[in-house]
Nanobody, 118 residues
Framework: VQLVQSGAELRNPGASVKVSCKAS????????IDWVRQAPGQGLEWMGR????????KYAQKFQGRVTFTADTSTTTAYVELSSLRSEDTAEYYC????????????WGQGTQDTAPE
């Protein structure tokens, strides 16, 4: 399983950012794609997940209304888009292959640093 994410981004406050996660080495629809972030000096924060089979999404309550997950089975790529960026959104963003809440994450992307200026 390999998950390769797009590169670092700088954003202005109030803008949006979109990060991609290209999956390879397995059948894309076999696992959920979870999105997790880690702000400087903080722990991991689960943002939600998408099922590439049907595009069904589950968002953590904190991010509902501001985040959108999509998955393109033709390119085996998942995306996260976060809008109305705030300074506290500065974080390392990770995609992860997941078998759901009980079995958890089995693989990680390398991370994408996204910085929203103060």
């Amino acid at each position: 399983v390999q998950l390769v994410q797009s590169g670092a981004e700088l954003r202005n406050p109030g803008a949006s950012v979109k990060v991609s996660c290209k999956a390879s080495g397995y059948t894309f629809t076999s696992y959920y794609i979870d999105w997790v972030r880690q702000a400087p000096g903080q722990g991991l924060e689960w943002m939600g997940r998408i099922d590439p089979v049907d595009g069904h999404t589950k968002y953590a309550q904190k991010f509902q209304g501001r985040v959108t997950f999509t998955a393109d089975t033709s390119t085996t790529t998942a995306y996260v888009e976060l809008s109305s960026l705030r300074s506290e959104d500065t974080a390392e963003y990770y995609c992860a292959g997941s078998e759901g809440t009980e079995k958890g994450i089995n693989s990680w992307g390398q991370g994408t640093q996204d910085t929203a200026p103060e």
